[in-house]
């Protein structure tokens, strides 16, 4: 019996910790001056002066980001160097 609390309470805590794979938040970097998107949940401390979310896909947190008015306007070079492309 205790074996199946102790499996069944590893399971559950495995199972929630995997609830934040795969989200996005927008967070304002104060040293570079723009709003990054990030897949952990910031630290509202020092540089990073805010943070939104979290929304489920990188589409959503950029479409958040162009709402934001404290974020600059986001460059096709920016985008490019976010998505990893040449």
């Known amino acids: 019996m205790k074996r199946l609390i ?4 590893l399971l559950l805590a495995s199972g929630s910790v995997s609830f934040a794979d795969g989200l ?3 967070v304002g970097n104060r040293a570079t001056g ?3 998107i990030v897949t ?3 630290v509202i401390i020092g540089d990073i002066w805010f943070g939104d979310g979290p929304y489920k896909s ?5 479409l958040a980001r162009s709402t934001i008015r404290a974020c600059p306007a986001v460059t096709a070079d920016d985008e490019k160097d976010e998505d990893g492309t040449n």
């Open 34 to 36: 723009k709003c990054d």
């Open 6 to 9: 102790l499996a069944g309470s």
């Open 58 to 62: 990188k589409a959503d947190a950029r």
């Open 24 to 26: 996005f938040w927008v």
């Open 40 to 42: 952990s949940n910031p």
